[in-house]
């Protein structure tokens, strides 16, 4: 085998395996961030917190395409310049959930919640880490940035999920950063998820209207399929 061949090879693995380290990073540093802000280590919230999202982040890796993985971790040249904004924007109100929260927890903003309110946060949020994995495994595009993927061959993915809504990885989106705060304990953090809500749902419009103009067969696809994001909604 040839030395290009072996390096076509190694590559999707090498991609997979910096995808699951990134993840591992990530998680590392959101600990960092919750026990900093709440000035305290000893958040047992937080801690499960941690190990729950630690297990399940990992969840989507176990099915993800190999060549999927590599265009995960591969620098693009055609995304979208509004995507490019929005996830400007976005990476700090993701971290802005967490800095909210162990504020929270300092300083006591929010009223006491009852134990019912972190663990259904902790289920929505395995949840939403499970839908990801179905909305990867049913597309082989399903891809951090906001392009058309020409190079990979590019088609319109209407299995799983994508069989109800046309945007199911943004509906995991939403509920991850609805169930944050809640398994957090905190309610003020729910204000810089509900922007990040926000701008998923802009993020949203401007893809479907992106693909309907750009990717064949989308349209016929937007048809069969009414909805973006929530049944019978929108």
Do not use: C
């Amino acid at each position: 085998m040839s030395t290009k061949a072996n390096e076509q090879t190694r590559a999707p693995h090498l991609g997979l395996a910096q995808v699951v380290i990134r993840n591992i990073i990530f998680v590392a540093v959101q600990g960092g961030i919750l026990f900093a802000s709440a000035g305290r280590l000893d958040w047992g919230i937080a801690w499960v917190f941690l190990i729950v999202h630690g297990v399940v982040v990992l969840i989507p890796m176990l099915v993800i395409d190999p060549d999927l993985a590599v265009e995960r971790v591969r620098v693009k040249e055609n995304v979208k310049g509004w995507d490019k904004a929005l996830t400007i924007v976005m990476g700090p109100l993701m971290f802005a959930i967490l800095i909210v929260a162990g504020l929270d927890q300092r300083n006591g903003w929010s009223p006491e919640v009852s134990l019912a309110v972190p663990v259904g946060g902790l289920v929505v949020l395995a949840l939403s880490y499970v839908l990801t994995a179905w909305a990867m495994a049913s597309n082989k595009f399903f891809a951090r940035f906001v392009r058309i993927q020409k190079d990979r061959g590019h088609t319109v993915a209407s299995g799983g999920p994508y069989r109800y809504v046309r945007h199911p990885g943004y509906v995991a989106m939403v509920a991850l950063h609805v169930a944050m705060p809640l398994a957090l304990g905190s309610l003020w953090a729910l204000v810089p998820g509900g922007l990040v809500v926000l701008l998923i749902i802009l993020r949203t419009a401007l893809e479907d209207k992106m693909l309907r103009e750009e990717l064949d067969g989308y349209t016929d696809y937007a048809r069969r399929v009414r909805y973006r994001l929530l049944l019978g909604v929108w």
